[in-house]
Structure formats: C-alpha cells, structure tokens
C-alpha cells in the first residue's frame, strides 16, 4: 500500500508551459506539503496546507500554486516554468495541524523530476 | 530558524555501529530534534526524534547531550541499506509554520561492505 504517491515520477517539459503534479495520501492526514530539492540536493518546504490554513514559504514564485480538491490530495500547478524550476519536487503529509506536534512524523512520496527545456 | 551543524559525510563499515553527531546550540526550549534519512533517489523518512530524553526505536537510537546542544543519532549495526544522507533537524512544538521541516546539507553516510 503506497503512503504518500505522486504522479507523474518524470516530467520533461519546455519553458513557458503549464504544468501540474499529483499528489494523494491515505494515511488520513490532516497536513499536507510541498517541497522542492534542486540540483545541490538543498531540500525546502514551498506550502504546508490544512482544511484551514495555506502557509507558503515567501520565497515561492506566485507561478507555483497548491491545489486541493479534498483532504487527500494536494496537486501542485506550475504557470509558465522556466528552467530554474528543475528540480525534483516531494509532496508529503503529516497527521495533524498544530498539535502536538512532537510526533507529527512526515511521510513524503516518493518524489517528481521536473526537467524544464 | 534555529540551525543544526553536521559534518558532511561519514564512512562506516557494514556491521559496526555509525555515530553521527549533529550540533544546535542555539535550540530553544521548545524545540524537539528530529532526524530524517534520504536513500538515493528516494523521498526523505523519518528516522527518530526527542526533546531531552535518550529515545530508542527499531531504526536508531537518538542520544541528546545534558544542555541539549548537540546530539548522536545512533546505528547500532549499520547495514549497505543505511547509506543514505541523514539530516538532524530542529523542529519547534508552538505551532504553525515554526513547526515545518527546515532541512540542511545534512551527513552523507557511506557503509563499506
């Protein structure tokens, strides 16, 4: 049983384009999230988003755009990439919002690699 | 952001116990030290976490120091699967987005067969 999947695995796309990916959990989740790993390998969180609260890191492009049509999925939408945007992009999701928050363990999917061309 | 400093890589031998140190002087009270490993090609996993008790699980062992200001996650036997970069990361228990996975660099570990 796949946790946390994401689809597409690969997404090879060309400057300007619109793209979106997947992201579903079954783990009954509450908090959902997206983070972005580029070519050194730095990981960072983009959005962290619950039925009540988006919080997005201030670095995020407004081009980039969570999604969720239910509590089980977060889609992320990319408006007109560029090539900066390559980067392997996890989604992942925990159980609760705020509290308590010593055990909220993340469970992240198992990764998209965005090439934009 | 409260910061954490690891080395970047280690190299263990297949069977032996790896310790990988990781140093957070400037934790705050309400911080609890999370540890996160990434196989290659792979989504991080949770590996274990603690505020000031040693804490033990099927994976690892997490030994924190007295003033909290480092810690040693702790393979007992390391194994070809644990090769992984493994990243020590503070975590604040008030809420909100102070409660999100700041990740760094992270120790790149290597277990010679």
């Known amino acids: 049983d796949t946790a946390v999947s994401q689809t597409p695995k690969y997404l090879v796309t060309q400057m300007g384009n619109d793209k979106s990916i997947k992201c579903e959990q079954n783990?009954?989740?509450?908090?959902m999230y997206w983070y972005k790993q580029d070519s050194k390998k730095f990981l960072k969180i983009m959005f962290s988003?619950?039925?009540?609260?988006?919080?997005i890191n201030e670095t995020v492009p407004n081009r980039f755009s969570p999604k969720s049509p239910d509590k089980a999925h977060l889609n992320l939408h990319i408006n007109s990439l560029e090539l900066g945007d390559s980067a392997v992009y996890f989604c992942?999701?925990?159980?609760?919002?705020?509290?308590?928050?010593?055990?909220?363990?993340?469970?992240f999917g198992p990764g998209t690699r965005l090439t934009v061309l | 952001d409260a910061k954490t400093t690891q080395p970047n890589s280690m190299e263990s031998n297949e069977e032996e116990p790896v310790h990988l140190p990781c140093n957070h002087s400037?934790?705050?009270?309400?911080?609890?030290i999370h540890w996160y490993r990434q196989l290659p090609s792979q989504g991080p996993e949770y590996v274990i976490h603690?505020?000031?008790s040693n804490v033990n699980n099927r994976m690892a062992s997490l030994a924190i120091a007295e003033d909290r200001k480092s810690s040693t996650l702790i393979l007992h036997r390391a194994t070809l699967r644990d090769a992984a970069v493994y990243y020590c990361?503070?975590?604040?228990?008030?809420?909100?987005?102070?409660?999100?996975?700041?990740f760094g660099k992270g120790t790149k570990l290597s277990v010679k067969p």
């Open positions: 992942a999701s925990s159980p609760g919002g705020r509290s308590p928050l010593n055990y909220n363990e993340q469970f």
């Open positions: 783990l009954g989740h509450d908090t």
């Open positions: 988003y619950n039925n009540k609260e988006l919080i």
């Open positions: 400037t934790i705050s009270g309400t911080d609890y």
């Open positions: 603690g505020l000031t």
């Open positions: 990361i503070l975590r604040s228990g008030d809420g909100g987005s102070q409660g999100n996975l700041i």
